[in-house]
């Protein structure tokens, strides 16, 4: 039951994790373009999405817990990938450029998510574990 309850708060760091790495691509989008749109409030919930996923995945995968932030994030730009792969399967190829695009920046974007998931995060839920 410890795993368990573990494994549901690593997912709530993720969440937040994702929360952070779409905010953090809020503030540089407006800070470019100037765009205050609604509409791009829709794309948290890829980012939260991917992140969570990421985490579980992760967690289950790995039998040590060292390199849990680093795989959690690469998971999740994986599936970020996969999912604008999909829409670019789906819609005409003059979105392409903006879908390459997003996944760099979620790559980019989510690094400070990284670092805090890798720095504070897993030692906090492996100091819980023990």
Known sequence: MKIV???F??????????????LILGVIWYLISGVNNPVFLMAVLPFVGCWCIAG???WIILKTHTYLGFTTYIIAAILFGIICLGIMLIVDSSV???LISAIIGFFICSFPS?????FFGV???????N
Request: charged share 10%; glycine share 6%; hydrophobic share 55%.
């Open 123 to 129: 030692p906090l839920i492996l100091k819980q574990k």
């Open 114 to 118: 990284y670092l805090l998931l890798r």
């Open 56 to 58: 579980v995945i992760a």
């Open 9 to 22: 708060i690593y997912c709530l760091v993720t969440g937040l994790c994702g929360i952070i790495s779409f």
């Open 96 to 98: 392409t450029a903006w």
């Open 5 to 7: 309850k573990s494994l």
